[in-house]
């Protein structure tokens, strides 16, 4: 039964909300991710090991470092390297403005998870250090249908350092997302 006078107006059987669609992102302020896991690619398609670190601002926007270890024991290329910027993830706060996020939870995360990159890298190649520019793609898919927890992410990177050609890198992690409330951030 409804009190509006247009039938298609109010309907209560529709009107049953089973979930805001933040999904535990507004928990806090702050997301806070930690990453391990492996790197291939360059011009001498290699394997490396990859431990990164992020933290976003209603999962908009944000900065993350990470570092790159070879595991081949004398690499031809790239050795190591570390690198620091700042990422976008544009589709949450939109969407979910929006009401767009209706679920499944884990459609609805993965596809706001969609995020831009672009940062500075200092590397080591054949025992040399040289800096340049990296600019990323990537997204995740959470294990447990929520924000924080466990996510499988994948990314992509073209890594442009000095007097070479430029570098593809494709990245696969396992990463921990925790929220935090940040409250120093408005005092």
């Avoid at 926007?61 to 700042?86: D, H, K, M, N, T």
């Avoid at 600019?135 to 249908?145: C, D, E, H, K, Y």
Wanted: proline share 4%; no cysteine.
């Amino acid at each position: 039964m409804t009190t509006s006078k247009l039938e298609t107006q109010v309907d209560a059987e529709r009107s049953v909300v089973t979930s805001d669609g933040a999904y535990g992102r507004f928990q806090g302020a702050l997301d806070w991710g930690l990453a391990a896991g492996a790197r291939y690619g360059g011009a001498s398609d290699a394997f490396a090991g990859v431990i990164a670190t992020s933290i976003h601002f209603f999962t908009l926007a944000g900065v993350y470092g990470a570092w790159q270890e070879s595991f081949e024991p004398e690499p031809e290329e790239l050795r190591r390297s570390f690198s620091v910027g700042a990422s976008l993830k544009p589709l949450f706060l939109l969407r979910w403005s929006k009401d767009l996020e209706h679920g499944p939870a884990v459609a609805d995360l993965a596809l706001d998870s969609f995020a831009l990159g672009l940062g500075a890298r200092i590397a080591n190649i054949d025992g040399s250090y040289t800096t340049g520019v990296e600019t990323s793609l990537g997204a995740g898919i959470p294990l447990f249908a929520k924000a924080g927890g466990p996510w499988l992410e994948l990314g992509a990177a073209l890594v442009f350092l000095e007097r070479r050609e430029p570098i593809a890198e494709v990245v696969a992690t396992l990463a921990w997302h925790q929220w935090f409330e940040g409250r120093w951030l408005f005092d």
